[in-house]
């Protein structure tokens, strides 16, 4: 078992939910920023939300106001619920955890990979109708 595991991938139609949850490891539970990655075929990794450990968010341009990343302590899981999606959101979507605070993650990195040293295996998500 890895200090993330992601699940609830599958496929939905344009315009339809999904949920993915990702369960962390006691390891990764006191770090400070916790995210959601994806890549599609032929492109390269992209964050695509982040939540920090003050509950405060963040986005991509593409998913704000159609995707939510929230945390739960409790029981150890952060999730990504995604609304309204479209077929450009297909993609292995990979949680990550990160040892410093995101803040305006995408401002500060254009969205690309920064270190986050703990990652999950990731589950594919295919949007079609």
């Known amino acids: 078992q890895g200090e993330l595991v992601e699940s609830g991938g599958g496929s939905a139609e344009p315009g339809g939910s999904l949920s993915l949850p990702c369960v962390f490891s006691?390891?990764?539970?006191?770090?400070?920023?916790m995210s959601w990655f994806r890549q599609a075929p032929g492109k390269e990794r992209e964050a695509v939300a982040a939540?920090?450990?003050?509950?405060?968010?963040n986005y991509a341009e593409s998913v704000k106001g159609r995707f939510t990343i929230s945390q739960d302590n409790v029981k150890k899981t952060v999730y990504l619920q995604m609304k309204h999606m479209k077929a450009e959101d297909t993609a292995v979507y990979s949680c990550?955890?990160?040892?410093?605070?995101?803040?305006?993650?995408?401002?500060?990195?254009?969205?690309?990979?920064?270190?986050?040293?703990?990652w999950g295996q990731g589950t594919q998500v295919a949007v079609f109708s």
């Open positions: 939540i920090d450990i003050d509950g405060s968010t």
């Open positions: 006691e390891a990764v539970y006191n770090l400070y920023c």
């Open positions: 990550a955890a990160r040892g410093r605070e995101c803040g305006d993650y995408f401002a500060a990195t254009g969205g690309v990979v920064q270190d986050h040293g703990y």
